[in-house]
């Protein structure tokens, strides 16, 4: 089975294999093909990117079958990275965001990070592939505190010949949530408000925070920061108690808060209270007051 495995995900007859398959009407979600190789992606306004990828990238997979339109936010984000100036993806995977991000700007200041070795291998090999000149990637955690710590990386047992067989984007730092069954690495950590001040950055205007459950701790190191530039912050929350630490922490500051839907791939203003709670992971948009001109097409 190793061997089969193998052929059907060699890059050229992945390609070709899903090629038929998506040509197939109503093909049961069960017998898609998960890309593996470089992975053409168009977006708006006749743009195009290509990501490396294999098949254990989510986001690729979604992003071929699919479309890139229904993934996440990328319409909003390609609206809006043309109108800012400085860009920090904050686990940013293999690169998706990234890449994008350059496309549509070529002037943008863009920061990407990921401390885990598989996706920020494929980080770098994309935004060479892609001749983004404008993007610097980090091989870093952000965090509350500066220093190394223990970094778990989830283990695909479906594909052990992969020399990166992780990029499901699930890997975490071992302190926010302990699990003994995962690969261990050590990685290093910077408050972002240490990464700001070595990096000498003069502005921030959007961060993305996908960093499975420590987000609050990224904005933790980087209050300073935050009060100084009010970047726009777009972040995953995982829990009620996570949406009440996240409240405390920049709601106070003449932020907004926006729930990202879905269904309508719009942006629904919450007044955010003690009683807010949140049933599944969800994307929140937490907007300054003075830049809510930027997301205006987005509102519902």
């Known amino acids: 089975m190793q061997i089969l495995s193998q052929l059907i995900y060699s890059p050229n007859i992945n390609a070709i294999l899903r090629g038929i398959l998506k040509s197939i009407p109503n093909l049961p979600k069960k017998l898609r093909l998960n890309p593996s190789g470089v992975l053409p992606v168009s977006l708006k306004n006749g743009r195009k990117m290509e990501l490396r990828t294999n098949q254990t990238c989510y986001v690729t997979t979604f992003v071929y079958w699919e479309g890139s339109s229904a993934y996440e936010f990328t319409d909003i984000f390609q609206d809006l990275f043309p109108k800012i100036k400085c860009f920090l993806d904050v686990g940013s995977n293999i690169g998706y965001y990234t890449i994008m991000a350059g496309k549509c700007n070529p002037k943008l200041e863009i920061h990407a990070f990921d401390p885990s070795p ?22 870093l955690a952000l965090s509350d505190e500066d220093g190394r710590f223990s970094f ?30 995962l690969h261990t690495v050590e990685v290093e950590a910077l408050r972002l408000d240490s990464f700001v001040n070595r990096e000498g950055l003069k502005s921030i205007d959007l961060i993305k925070l996908d960093v499975e459950e420590a987000e609050h701790l990224v904005l933790a190191g980087g209050s300073e920061s935050i009060r100084k530039f009010r970047p726009i912050i777009v972040c995953e929350v995982f829990s009620t108690e996570m949406l009440h630490k996240i409240r405390e922490q920049i709601l106070s500051q003449e932020y907004l808060a926006f729930r990202f839907d879905e269904s309508d791939r719009k942006l629904h203003k919450e007044n955010l209270t ?14 300054p007051e003075e830049k809510t001109g930027l997301l205006s097409n987005h509102f519902s």
């Open 274 to 287: 003690g009683n807010s709670s949140v049933k599944q992971i969800e994307n929140f948009f937490f907007v």
């Open 118 to 139: 598989g996706p920020f291998s494929y980080l770098q090999e994309n935004i060479a592939l892609n001749g983004i000149s404008n993007a610097k990637a980090h091989q």
């Open 152 to 181: 778990h990386i989830a283990w695909n047992r479906e594909f052990p010949w992969l020399k990166y067989n992780s990029l499901g984007g699930s890997g975490h730092l071992s302190h926010v949530r302990e699990n003994p069954t």
